[in-house]
């Protein structure tokens, strides 16, 4: 027995008919939020859902226009800051090149180590990009304003590299960062992340809630969950503190920025 496409599918004279539109011809919207993912597939999609939630619509036609460009086979971030792996950057610049090209007018990233390379990318799209980390200092500076101590769940790489604890708000206040101990970082922290890569979602939940724990044990008074990877096994209920999702906090910057005036 043959298989033959459906004659709907087919133009005149049998052909398939030409696509509409090359991506390289959508005109630019400022209104659309392009989405640098694949890093991993999972915290994508989470970070979208967590636009639609932030998102006040009623209709479709409400919601925030986003294009993803989600591309797995970006090298290993953590691998690259260590020297032991190729440098993402050229494929992270490629895959937000087809973001420039299908009209997006800002650029986020739903990966936090990924920001290592965030003033590289900006240069090279050459469109404004929202920065995850502000994101969550500013939320974080919010939930514990008088200098108490924030726990941070990271990757080695993102805490090695001061992404966060270097970086201050706009008006120069830095919050009060309390780090796992190398041992928590070795046996939880980074295991539990890979665990939530490779889906296992159980084991996952179980070493970075020990991880989140032992920082409130050691006097966090909110977490803040610094890998977009965590966010999907652990709450503020396990945590055993209000935690601050950079993903969340990330999501509700760009949906702000859609819907300001200037982009309506």
């Known amino acids: 027995m043959t298989h033959d496409t459906p004659r709907?599918?087919?133009?005149?004279?049998?052909?398939?008919?030409?696509?509409?539109?090359?991506?390289?011809?959508?005109?630019?919207?400022t209104g659309i939020v392009g989405i640098l993912g694949g890093m991993g597939p999972l915290a994508t999609v989470?970070?979208?859902?967590?636009?639609?939630?932030?998102?006040?619509?009623?209709?479709?036609?409400?919601?925030?226009?986003?294009?993803?460009?989600?591309?797995?086979?970006?090298?290993?971030?953590?691998?690259?800051?260590?020297?032991?792996?190729?440098?993402?950057?050229?494929?992270?610049?490629?895959?937000?090149?087809?973001l420039v090209a299908a009209g997006a007018g800002?650029?986020?990233?739903p990966c936090n180590t990924?920001?290592?390379?965030?003033?590289?990318?900006?240069?090279?799209?050459?469109?404004?990009?929202?920065?995850l980390v502000d994101a969550a200092i500013a939320e974080a500076l919010e939930r514990v304003p008088d200098g108490g101590k924030v726990g941070l769940l990271a990757t080695?790489?993102?805490?090695?590299?001061?992404?966060?604890?270097?970086?201050?708000?706009?008006?120069?206040?830095?919050?009060?960062?309390?780090?796992?101990?190398?041992?928590?970082?070795?046996?939880?922290?980074?295991?539990?992340?890979?665990?939530?890569k490779a889906g296992a979602m159980d084991s996952a939940a179980q070493r970075l809630t020990r991880a989140a724990q032992a920082l409130c044990a050691r006097g966090a008074r909110a977490i803040v969950l610094g890998c977009t990877e965590i966010p999907l096994v652990l709450d503020a209920a396990a945590a055993g503190a209000p935690v601050i999702d950079a993903t969340a906090a990330l999501a509700r910057q760009a949906v702000a920025w859609a819907l300001a005036p200037q982009h309506k």
């Open 8 to 29: 709907l599918a087919r133009g005149a004279g049998g052909a398939l008919p030409a696509a509409p539109m090359a991506v390289e011809a959508i005109r630019p919207q």
């Open 46 to 98: 989470d970070f979208m859902r967590k636009m639609l939630e932030a998102t006040p619509a009623a209709t479709d036609q409400e919601h925030v226009p986003v294009v993803v460009s989600s591309i797995p086979q970006v090298p290993d971030r953590t691998a690259a800051f260590r020297g032991e792996g190729e440098s993402p950057l050229a494929a992270m610049v490629d895959s937000g090149r087809r």
């Open 106 to 109: 800002v650029v986020v990233v």
């Open 114 to 131: 990924a920001h290592l390379w965030f003033d590289e990318i900006e240069r090279a799209l050459a469109l404004p990009m929202l920065h």
């Open 156 to 196: 080695d790489a993102t805490l090695a590299s001061g992404l966060y604890l270097n970086r201050a708000s706009p008006d120069g206040r830095r919050v009060h960062w309390l780090q796992p101990t190398a041992g928590e970082m070795l046996e939880l922290v980074m295991p539990g992340i890979a665990d939530v």
